[in-house]
């Protein structure tokens, strides 16, 4: 009788393993799909991001939303793999490149935020925190309305460039303009 019972058991447990293990291999198997299309997706954002930084400051700011919605997020959509999207991207940047060119002639583009900066510290010779920056800034250019952190980061990008000196006071950030006589 304890044969006949184990048979049962053993053979409930033998099907029980195996449907688990087949429901191991198609959770590993969905699992590496979209592992893929994860690296897929974090290829194409950095080609944008990329991309992004490349042109920063050369687009007429008016015209970048109409380049977005051009040819590159519709072949994005339609082509899922992050290679074929990046083939094309960098065909139709040769493109943007020569629109955009075409648009700085028959337009003047605005100063960078980094110049409107530039001057606006070049006329201090104390420290200026961030803040005090931007809301003359918001004064003098009333159509230029950059968010805090983009007016920080701006001033960290000219920093790193060894344009302007960051001066820390306690909690305090200030910054003044790098005179060309004195050392860099």
Do not use: C
Not at 66 to 87: F, L, N
Not at 121 to 130: C, F, I, N, S, T
Not at 149 to 158: A, K
Not at 171 to 179: E, F, I, L, S
Request: no cysteine; aromatic share 2%; charged share 30%.
């Amino acid at each position: 009788m304890t044969s006949q019972s184990t048979t049962p058991l053993r053979s409930r447990l033998v099907d029980q393993a195996a449907s688990d293990l087949e429901d191991n291999r198609r959770l590993q198997q969905e699992l590496t799909e979209r592992l893929s299309v994860l690296k897929q997706e974090e290829a194409l954002l950095t080609d944008i991001l990329s991309l992004a930084q490349r042109y920063e400051g050369i687009a007429d700011p008016a015209r970048l939303p109409e380049q977005v919605q051009d040819e590159p997020a519709a072949k994005a959509k339609r082509t899922p793999t992050g290679t074929s999207t990046r083939r094309s991207g960098s065909g139709s940047g040769s493109a943007r490149t020569a629109r955009a060119g075409h648009t700085a002639k028959a337009k003047k583009r605005p100063p960078l935020l980094g110049d409107l900066l530039l001057d606006l510290l070049g006329k201090y010779d104390e420290p200026r925190p961030a803040k005090e920056l931007r809301d003359e800034l918001l004064q003098k250019h009333p159509d230029r309305n950059p968010t805090p952190q983009v007016v920080r980061n701006t001033l960290e990008s000219l920093v790193a460039k060894g344009r302007i000196r960051r001066h820390k006071e306690q909690r305090a950030v200030m910054y003044t303009v790098v005179k060309s006589g004195s050392d860099a």
